[in-house]
T-cell receptor
């Protein structure tokens, strides 16, 4: 089966624009995670879904960040009024269950100009 | 949440030399995972260690989990150019966030 897919792969946004990043997890994976990875750093946790329930959003850096997974499959990470500091790679990962190995998508590289 | 310190940050080796990266925590870990990220790629799961003193091998890679479950290491024997990338340890955040907390990674650079 296919792995985790993300779109778009690259996004350039002007400061102040809203962006929406999409993640298609592996079919049947209950758990879905979003991470933010700055250049040369490790991924940093943003939010976690179990099916459609967002169980943890403690890593979201501000209220401009919003994530949803309405049908327990595809997830969207939305960033409102983008700022330069939002420039990073946004990684989505899915797993069979929370404590199992995570399968990462290729990421979306967001550049805010 | 839990934090892990990973050293070294960079490691230059000649092809054929061995390589080791270390991950340390001040608190006892329930488990630890290791991921590899190639340049321009995404993290790929390598292994999960759960038991105290556990040692697991994957071909030239040897993973260890300390007896106190506060540290872990990844050792690569006779590095090859395909081993280039960044190796991350990652731990669950315990009673805090549900996601993984990643170390800063060790960037392995191999000179042919």
């Amino acid at each position: 089966g296919a792995g985790v897919s993300q779109s778009p792969r690259y996004k350039v946004a002007k400061r102040g624009q809203d962006v929406a990043l999409r993640c298609d997890p592996i079919s049947g994976h209950v758990s879905l995670f979003w991470y933010q990875q700055a250049l040369g750093q490790g991924p940093e946790f943003l939010t976690y879904f179990q099916n459609e329930a967002q169980l943890d959003k403690s890593g979201l850096p501000s209220d401009r960040f919003f994530a949803e997974r309405p049908e327990g499959s595809v997830s969207t990470l939305k960033i409102q009024r983008t700022q330069q500091e939002d420039s990073a790679v946004y990684l989505c990962a899915s797993s069979f269950s929370r404590d199992y190995e995570q399968y990462f998508g290729p990421g979306t590289r967001l550049t805010v100009t | 949440g839990q934090q892990v310190m990973q050293i070294p940050q960079y490691q230059h080796v000649q092809e054929g030399e061995d390589f080791t990266t270390y991950c340390n925590s001040s608190t006892t870990l329930s488990n630890i995972q290791w991921y590899k990220q190639r340049p321009g790629g995404h993290p790929v799961f390598l292994i999960q260690l759960v038991k105290s003193g556990e040692v697991k091998k994957q071909k030239r890679l040897t993973f260890q989990f300390g007896e106190a479950k506060k540290n872990s290491s990844l050792h690569i024997t006779a590095t090859q150019t395909t081993d280039v990338g960044t190796y991350f340890c990652a731990v669950g955040s315990g009673g805090g966030a549900d996601g993984l907390t990643f170390g800063k990674g060790t960037h392995l650079i191999i000179q042919p």
